[in-house]
């Protein structure tokens, strides 16, 4: 490992990713990217009595799923890294009650997920462990009626409003030969550029999105460019402005290469406002959607940040504005393919969009 | 390249270019229709009564419980929430409103039991209401007994 700049951490010995795998609620298995997405959960509840039990449920579900993909057992998993958004981040550490690993709990509100990554990265080039997990999930019932008003109260939503997506994502990183690689890791600071409406999680958390992506381009002397795609958590569809606006005036452009998950996850007639938010959001599209890509060598480096505003409902009635923060890391293909990234059908696909490449390519040459 | 180099000033007048408003006049007149029909129904439900024989007193009193009772009803079946995407103040201000103010928290905060789940948080979003109904009333009758 080693520092680069003033943030940024470069893994000498990159991290493997060796599974990854989601689960989402109905709605975002119906966006665009809904194919992506390995299970989907019957309804709000997950056939539980309550809806933090139905978060707790998928997430001790995800865990499975991930050991299952790469063909793993408890005991070949060194360290558990996780979060959410519910208080003492129940969902993450209740679900993992019968593992038999230590268990790290992280909190970086909706950037939980690249915060766990960037740690678990840490560790594995280190030496420290062989092989961890790193997970995070969120739920939009449970999440709305801890942070706002009773999901059937009929207030009206302002459309620059998100919606905490239902899902649980998570990736298993190794030292071992995976698919997907870790290269760098851009960890974010507490940024607060004094946005107080906790309905407008993507103008708070914009400045910090652009603060992150900015220090990375300079602790690496890369320029926007180097990346396939840059991809931000969930700023939603004002955030994204905001961010390449802010990156504008700073003379650092943004291109057709940006775009942020909570704009991916669903689409214009889904009735949800401004996109998806939620530690969810940015953790089942870098699972389902981003790692498979990479693997299959559609994308070759791509930067993703998670973005977190760190909201809190009693100082949001006290006056108090929300502070934000993003941490981004970059990943690179490895050129080899591993079973535990992408389900079965995205696999296909994928795989055979390369074959169609390749045959054109050669065709190309052959004329 | 720089640094973000804003104040919240200017952040604020950013956000502002770039955040998307609906439209007051179509709210104006989706919560003037909205409202206005419930208020109609009310109406007609009052003169059935009336026209039943019922007194002028005995009706209103009927006219409210049957209008409390379609709002904690379409609040139940995850109605009520939807209808207030489009009418916005229309569908909060008449009394089915306060229906839904009523029934969304006791939805919600029955899993965590009926005594300390939904007993304690039933008036989580009415409360303000009620205490703040209860102020107004108090100061006016003050207000009434020294200048009548």
Known sequence: ?367 | MGKIDKTQEEYQKLIKKHQPQGSPIRNFFAAYLVGGLICVFGQFVLNTLQGAGLSMADASAYNTIILLFIGGLLTGLGVYDEIAQFAGAGSIVPITGFANAIVSPAMEYRQDGYILGLGANIYSIAGPVLTYGMLTAFLIGVIKLLIF
């Not at chain 1, 080693?2 to 990713?17: A, D, H, R, S, Y």
């Not at chain 1, 208080?87 to 790290?104: E, H, K, Y």
């Not at chain 1, 997506?165 to 990183?173: K, Q």
């Not at chain 1, 890391?329 to 995205?346: A, C, N, Q, Y």
């Open chain 1, 1 to 367: 490992m080693k520092k680069l700049g003033k943030q940024t951490m470069e893994f000498v010995n990159p991290p493997q990713f060796m599974s990854a795998a989601s689960i989402v609620g109905n709605k975002e298995s119906k966006g665009p990217i809904g194919d992506y997405f390995d299970e989907v959960i019957s309804d709000g509840y997950n056939k539980q009595k309550t809806w933090d039990q139905a978060q707790i449920k998928m997430t001790s579900d995800l865990l499975d799923s991930l050991l299952d993909k790469a063909k793993l057992s408890k005991d070949d998993i060194d360290c558990l890294i996780a979060g959410d958004l519910l208080n003492q981040m129940v969902a993450s550490n209740f679900a993992v009650r019968d593992f038999p690993t230590p268990f790290l709990g992280v909190y970086g509100a909706c950037s939980t997920m690249i915060e766990a990554v960037a740690i678990g990265g840490v560790m594995i080039d280190g030496g420290g462990v062989n092989q961890i997990i790193a997970f995070t999930s969120s739920h939009y019932q449970a999440t709305e009626r801890q942070y706002r008003t009773p999901n059937e109260y009929g207030d009206k939503y302002p459309p620059f409003k998100q919606r905490t997506v239902t899902g649980a994502g998570g990736v298993i990183m190794s030292n071992t030969q995976g698919g997907v690689q870790l290269r760098e890791a851009t960890l974010g600071k507490v940024v607060d550029l004094g946005v107080a409406d906790p309905r407008d999680m993507g103008s708070a958390m914009a400045p910090a999105a652009a603060d992150t992506l900015l220090q990375h381009f300079e602790d690496t002397g890369r320029d926007p460019s180097y990346y396939d795609l840059i991809l931000t958590g969930d700023l939603g569809e004002l955030g994204k402005k905001l961010t390449k606006e802010l990156l504008e005036e700073t003379g650092c452009h943004l291109g057709d290469n940006y775009d942020d998950c909570g704009v991916l996850i669903y689409n214009s007639k889904q009735k949800v406002g401004a996109g998806g938010s939620g530690c969810g959001c940015s953790a089942v599209v870098l699972a389902s959607y981003v790692l498979p890509q990479l693997m299959y060598g559609h994308l070759k480096r791509v930067l993703i940040l998670g973005t977190g505003a760190l909201l809190n409902p009693t100082l949001s009635l006290q006056g108090e504005t929300i502070p934000s923060i993003a941490h981004a890391v970059t990943l690179e293909s490895t050129g080899h393919l591993v079973e535990g990234i992408g389900r079965k059908k995205i696999q296909n696909k994928l795989a055979d969009k390369i074959e169609v490449a390749k045959i054109e390519a050669l065709n190309g040459n052959g004329g």
